[in-house]
């Protein structure tokens, strides 16, 4: 299998010191979980990152070396606390410039008297796209796979809508993917734990999920089946004969 044939899988990196530091609570992950979901895709994995520059580049080259799909949140306004752009420059090896139609769009929402002091904001890695901006038209931009939007909400999620629909329409799979979940009654992971592992065996191509619950004096498991839906239907009725097989009480 080559590289070209392997589908990519999506990642977040939402980025400010104000996460890590509490003052602000992160809305961008479950939004972004959802955006996926209605598109029938999954996201793979999550960093939370500070403003420190050398973490923001080590992050960003390990990332830019895989094939995923990267959504990148804040960090590219125009304060000397905004350090994505540069971040993603030095990461790609890539010198920072201002994009000519940044410039334009610029001018074209705020004159010429208003773009001096704004173009640090569309100061990109050399060879960037752009990400259009709907609310202000101060673009984000992509490098690669990656795509560096605002951290305000309602900027960065019609970005975000924009990218999915106009460069991933291809990948889109609503309706084809099911979750299936079913919580058992008394009893514990151990006993459940080789069911699932002959699931996980037969079933490569499903999330098979376990979440364990003690709510005394009972214990609780919640099983998760996830994946194309012909291939959920035909692990849970499965599943289901064996947790009625076995006289396990279940919500189903």
């Known amino acids: 299998m080559t590289?070209?044939?392997?589908?990519?899988?999506?990642?977040?990196?939402?980025?400010?010191?104000?996460?890590?530091?509490?003052?602000?609570?992160?809305?961008?992950?479950?939004?972004?979980?959802?955006?996926?979901?209605?598109?029938?895709?999954?996201?793979?994995?999550?960093?939370y990152l500070g403003d420190d520059p050398a973490y923001l580049v080590r992050n960003l080259t390990e990332t830019m070396s895989g094939q995923d799909i990267v959504f990148s949140f804040g960090g590219i306004g125009g304060t000397p606390d905004d350090r994505t752009r540069q971040c993603a420059a030095e990461a790609a090896g890539l010198p920072?410039?201002?994009?000519?139609?940044?410039?334009?769009?610029l001018a074209e929402q705020f004159g010429a008297a208003g773009v001096t002091r704004r173009q640090r904001m569309v100061e990109f890695p050399r060879g960037a796209d752009l990400v259009p901006n709907p609310v202000n038209r101060?673009?984000?931009?992509?490098?690669?796979h990656h795509y560096f939007v605002?951290?305000?909400p309602n900027m960065a999620w019609p970005m975000i809508e924009w990218v999915l629909d106009t460069r991933y329409p291809h990948l889109h799979a609503a309706g084809q993917r099911?979750?299936?979940?079913?919580?058992?009654?008394?009893?514990?992971?151990?006993?459940?734990?080789?069911?699932?592992?002959?699931?996980?065996?037969?079933?490569?191509?499903?999330?098979?999920?376990c979440l364990p619950r003690w709510c005394p004096p009972d214990y609780e498991l919640e099983l998760g089946l996830r994946g194309a839906v012909h291939e959920v239907d035909r692990a849970w009725e499965e599943l289901r004969s064996v947790l009625q097989g076995r006289g396990w009480r279940h919500d189903h």
Do not use: C, N
């Open 138 to 144: 101060v673009p984000g931009f992509s490098l690669k």
């Open 178 to 209: 099911r979750e299936q979940t079913v919580t058992v009654y008394g009893v514990r992971e151990s006993d459940m734990t080789p069911i699932l592992e002959d699931f996980i065996r037969r079933y490569p191509g499903l999330r098979v999920s």
């Open 3 to 47: 590289t070209a044939d392997v589908t990519p899988g999506f990642g977040v990196v939402i980025i400010g010191d104000e996460i890590l530091s509490g003052k602000r609570q992160d809305k961008h992950l479950a939004t972004t979980i959802g955006l996926l979901h209605a598109r029938g895709l999954e996201l793979s994995w999550a960093r």
């Open 96 to 105: 920072l410039e201002p994009h000519p139609r940044g410039m334009e769009l």
């Open 150 to 152: 605002p951290g305000f």
